[in-house]
């Protein structure tokens, strides 16, 4: 049995009426599979789930960022599956221009509440910045033009302009904050622990032949406009 622990984060857990689905889940199904093991979907809080992992009540846990305090009881698994950056997202047409950390001052930026960004940018007592408490929040302060660019996860409102037909009224502006890897990882007082090894080989196939990409892509970034990298 393989116990994974899954909380709303579109689109890597969506969790629906009937059925729990996204982009954890279709690579948690496939490992699962691989191991010739049971898969468990265990729903919890976030904070739930890391308690449920530390005491050995979830076996593996997906989209975490790596943090020394959590490798104590957790087991993180190489390579990293996605890279999460914050982007500034602006209205088509508009006169908002930002190819620069310079061009933000000029601007009423809007960022979700409680969030860690870029720590110059959140540090940055000269910007105007205006907090919404949640994704839908900020992206509807966009689209009344009570901002003028929303910094958010690319992967997560990529898949929100999808599921929400905005991509056809906003876009992604060249200046961006890399972001953070994410990991899946195993509990260390799981059986599981010791088959690591051979998870992480699975693994790094999945992302180097591009199955990983390819559900993201999907999941994601169909019919969403793609910007290419400034930096």
């Known amino acids: 049995m393989l116990r994974f622990g899954v909380d709303p984060w579109p689109p890597f857990v969506i969790v629906g009426q009937t059925q729990i689905s996204g982009i954890d889940v279709d690579i948690v199904r496939h490992l699962a599979d691989a191991l010739n093991l049971d898969l468990e979907l265990v ?16 076996d593996m846990l997906g989209s975490l960022q790596k943090f020394k305090d959590r490798e104590v009881y957790m087991q993180y698994l190489e390579p990293s599956y996605y890279t999460a950056n914050k982007v500034f997202y602006t209205l088509k047409g508009s006169e908002v221009s930002i190819n620069a950390y310079q061009d933000l001052e000029r601007y009423i930026l ?25 994704t839908d929040k900020l992206f509807s302060l966009l689209m009344k033009k009570r901002i ?3 910094l958010s ?22 200046f961006y904050f890399k972001g953070t890897q994410g990991y899946l990882a195993v509990s260390r007082a799981s059986q599981l622990l010791e088959r690591c090894q051979e998870i992480e080989r699975m693994l790094a196939g999945m992302v180097n032949d591009g199955t990983i990409t390819s559900m993201i892509d999907t999941v994601v970034r169909e019919k969403v406009k793609k910007t290419p990298p400034a930096r």
């Open 153 to 174: 996860v690319d992967v997560r409102s990529d898949h929100y302009l999808k599921t929400h037909n905005l991509g056809q009224y906003i876009h992604k502006a060249p």
């Open 148 to 150: 003028d660019a929303a």
């Open 110 to 134: 809007g960022v979700t509440l409680g969030h860690k960004n870029d720590p110059q940018f959140d540090a940055d007592t000269g910007l105007t910045k205006f907090a919404a408490v949640d």
């Open 43 to 58: 729903r919890c809080p976030f904070k739930r789930c890391l308690r449920m992992m530390e005491i050995g009540e979830l």
